[in-house]
């Protein structure tokens, strides 16, 4: 139907167009009703054909709908964009990943948009004040459910559900009643509304701000609660509908989609408000624990980009109205919204971040601001404009749902340090605190009374302990110097002096993180042990026997270097290859076994287990291809001479990984084969054993004695069998966890290092590390010191993330 003015004349039709701001005509009479008849008509409940008069544009009546609906935009978009208030608090209490934490607010978002459809076809039909009444009840609900809930469920129900719900019963209907009063200043007085999230985003922080370090989280929450519910009071006490009822009316208007307008709107406006509401979410756990700022500046970077945003949704829409219209000014919003969150990821300090939250804020704001305005343009029929409002709402929901949740999970994968700072702000440091609380307590107990069990417990825990004072230190330091170079009163000298000892305090933090990490790192149960490496060729047939032989010399000549005992267990060349070797003078190796004698050498080498590949270009090769081989590594638990060591292993004891009971292991003599003369060829020095239980075997013939062959093969059996034991427990621990250690230990068949001989280059493909200068490392110097170094370093993070998920299944539980 057409917004055109009533065809009627004489007084008594001017005085309905100014006082109702509709009159209506009958389809089949054309002559003039009286104000008497029109409101017998307005009392009937059945849809008659209507023509409804233009939008007064102004007035008491029409303004008091936008001061209603400020308010209506306060109590829900401008309590949803400040969930910064609750990201880190409850990140930090509930031990949760920034993305878990997102879906409460993202929910919110989602319910506010998704019955839009619902709610808007409601106020069409003449339920808009039933939808605020009930939006308010629900929104109170869940606030002030919110304050007593203690786990991730009854916040996910209370603020996420609860509210979002309520929020959505109250939006949708009151931004279709506001675009019932204005037609050319639509566009203002819409944004006019939309500054009440501006104005919430100012006050709730405030509110949080001032309120939690006085009375807790809980009474804050409440405090909020009763903001609004004193504008919720205030909002039932202005609105009016203007329009009639329309009580017939699909839930869905289909016919927009066969508009192109409408639905190239639908689709743009879900990808932009897909990162929108990103930045609102993260803002303030940016500014803690990316730059180190303080509680109270990451409460200002929340207020300020909301402030920001109140002239961010006035002035686009004043140039709209005025001078270029809604979508010419729309577009280049959206661009410029677009650039600011792109260049987040440069700002690197707290000055940075002031300015750029203003910029964001005010573009962010804009977009918040002409969404609705624009969206209510796209409706001429204003008896519709509640649908599909409402439709567009629904569409775009999904965008608000997934938005901040994926962006937090991308921070996440990323393994950045902004998520590196929540994990020690959450799990990892309470546990460093406990378990440092717990060494001072043993350590009080034991200075009136010694007892060996609590003094190994102490020693156990001297480490952690002695590790989170130095961290704490740094950190005290970092935050009194970053205070001293940021304080505008301090001398200039002095902030100076205070900025380059801050570079190097944050240097030292880093290191001391990587030290406390690995203090709370379980030990593992070999750790304390000597190690076998052995060597065995994978895929590459006689290239790949070849570059055994490299690597077998590689970790020799780095025992050698550090001053390891190294000792060969077994060295056996291939049967098929003779005594042919390559043109460096590589030896076809079958076999080959190296015992590192120091104890811990276990923690060293452990991370050196898995599938080795070689990229080079083979001697025998005549077309100058480059060949992939692999050598297989394994690196077992060894024990002492006489089978005991460090920590009182007993091979003796059924209890422990190295035991074998003799009756299940089959012996076999055989003489040996291959090089080693005339005694070894006709004696049966050789041992093969083999543990009937597991199929596990092992021969050994590399010394002229049986004897010494026969405690060896002892040796490398006891190890396989403690190994796979080892294993085994680590398995089924893993299922117990939902399968977390199966996907971060390093099995055999991994591929974990890659020797590219034509690009000089050393890649780790666990820890990302590419080194050059090859041959350094393949003669165990100092480069390959780095690439050991960091997959130990990669396999502490993983265990670090083993223990924060074995922290989360204790706290669910």
């Known amino acids: 139907m057409g917004l055109t003015q009533p065809a009627t004349t004489g007084p008594s039709s001017t005085e309905v167009s100014s006082t109702d701001d509709v009159a209506y005509e009958s389809k089949t009479e054309t002559t003039t009703h009286s104000p008497q008849s029109i409101r017998s008509v307005e009392a009937q409940p059945t849809d008659a054909a209507i023509t409804i008069g233009p939008p007064p544009d102004g007035g008491l009546r029409a303004w008091l709908q936008i001061v209603a609906g400020h308010l209506v935009v306060f109590t829900t978009w401008g309590y949803i964009i400040s969930f910064g208030i609750f990201q880190p608090y409850y990140m930090q209490e509930l031990n949760l990943e920034p993305s878990s934490v997102s879906w409460i607010g993202s929910i919110q978002t989602c319910l506010l948009f998704v019955i839009g459809t619902f709610t808007g076809r409601a106020f069409d039909a003449g339920y808009y004040r039933p939808c605020l009444i009930s939006g308010f009840i629900m929104q109170l609900v869940g606030i002030f459910t919110t304050s007593v809930a203690t786990t991730y469920w009854q916040l996910f129900l209370s603020q996420g559900l609860c509210q979002g719900l309520g929020c959505g019963l109250v939006f949708a209907p009151t931004i279709a009643n506001m675009t019932t009063y204005f ?55 202005l609105v009016r509908p203007r329009l009639p009822p329309r009580k ?49 500046t990451s409460f200002n970077m929340l207020m300020i980009i909301n402030a920001v945003g109140i002239p961010g949704r006035l002035i686009p829409a004043f140039l709209a109205d005025r001078f270029f219209g809604a979508v010419n000014v729309f577009i280049p919003t959206i661009l410029a919204a677009a650039v600011c969150i792109f260049a987040w990821s440069g700002v690197n300090s707290i000055t940075g971040d002031y300015i750029w939250v203003i910029f964001f804020g005010y573009f962010g704001a804009g977009i918040q601001g002409m969404f609705p305005a624009t969206t209510a343009g796209l409706t001429k029929d204003l008896s519709k404009s509640g649908v599909r409002i409402g439709m567009i709402f629904s569409i775009i929901s999904v965008a608000s749902l997934t938005g901040p949740p994926l962006a937090g999970k991308l921070v996440v994968v990323a393994h950045g340090s902004y998520i590196g700072a929540q994990i020690w702000a959450g799990v990892l440091l309470r546990r460093a605190q406990s378990l440092s609380a717990e060494h001072d307590d043993l350590q009080k107990s034991l200075n009136s009374s010694f007892d060996a069990a609590k003094a190994k417990r102490a020693g156990e825990l001297g480490r952690v302990a002695s590790a989170l004072r130095d961290w704490e230190t740094a950190q005290s330091s970092i935050l009194e110097l970053t205070s001293m170079a940021q304080d505008p009163d301090q001398d200039p000298d002095l902030a100076s002096i205070a900025r380059d000892e801050l570079e190097g305090e944050r240097a030292k933090l880093d290191l001391l993180e990587k030290k406390l990490k690995e203090s709370l790192t379980p030990k593992h149960a070999f750790a304390h042990l000597p190690c076998m490496v052995e060597f065995r060729p994978g895929p590459g047939g006689l290239e790949g026997r070849y570059f055994t032989d490299t690597l077998f010399k590689m970790y020799k000549a780095l025992c050698a270097r550090r001053g390891y005992r190294a000792n060969v267990l077994k060295y056996e060349m291939a049967e098929a290859a003779g005594d042919q070797s390559s043109s460096s003078g590589e030896q076809p190796v079958q076999e080959a076994i190296l015992e590192i004698q120091d104890e811990g050498a276990y923690d060293l080498f452990r991370g050196e287990a898995g599938m080795h590949r070689v990229q080079r270009i083979p001697s025998t090769e005549s077309k100058g291809r480059v060949h992939t081989s692999a050598v297989a590594v394994w690196v077992l638990p060894s024990f002492p001479e006489g089978g005991t060591g460090g920590d009182n292993v007993d091979v003796d004891d059924p209890e422990s990984d190295f035991y074998i009971n003799p009756q299940d292991v089959k012996i076999e003599t055989m003489r040996a084969r291959g090089a080693g003369g005339q005694h070894v060829n006709k004696t049966e020095s050789a041992i093969r054993m083999t543990h009937v239980p597991t199929g596990t075997t092992v021969s050994m013939q590399d010394h002229r004695s049986q004897q010494r062959n026969r405690e060896d093969a002892w040796k490398m059996l006891r190890s396989r069998i403690a190994s796979q ?13 939902s399968s977390v250690l199966s996907q971060a230990q390093i099995t055999r068949g991994d591929k974990i290092r890659t020797y590219n001989y034509n690009q000089d280059r050393c890649t780790d493909h666990r820890a990302g590390l590419d080194v050059h200068n ?12 780095r690439i050991m170094e960091a997959a130990r370093e990669w396999l502490v993070g993983k265990e670090v993330e083993m223990l924060v998920m074995e922290e989360e299944a204790k706290a669910k539980k």
């Open 774 to 785: 090859l041959p350094d490392v393949l003669e165990g110097g100092e480069t390959l010191d």
């Open 248 to 296: 017939a009316g699909p839930l869905v208007d289909w016919g927009a989609f066969r508009e192109m307008t409408y639905v190239l709107f639908a689709i743009s406006m879900f990808i932009t408000l897909w990162a929108t509401y990103f930045a609102y979410f993260y803002a303030r756990a940016f500014s803690i624990d990316r730059l180190g700022g303080s509680q109270s």
């Open 725 to 737: 034991r080892a294993e085994q427990r680590e398995e089924e621990a893993a299922r117990l966890r």
């Open 183 to 237: 037609s050319k200043k639509r566009t203002l007085a819409l944004s006019a509304a939309a500054c009440g999230g501006g104005t919430g985003g100012v006050i709730f922080p405030l509110i949080a701000q001032q309120l939690i370090p006085q009375v807790g989280f809980r009474w804050t929450v409440r405090a909020m609660g009763l903001v609004v519910l004193v504008s919720s009071v205030i909002i039932v006490l």
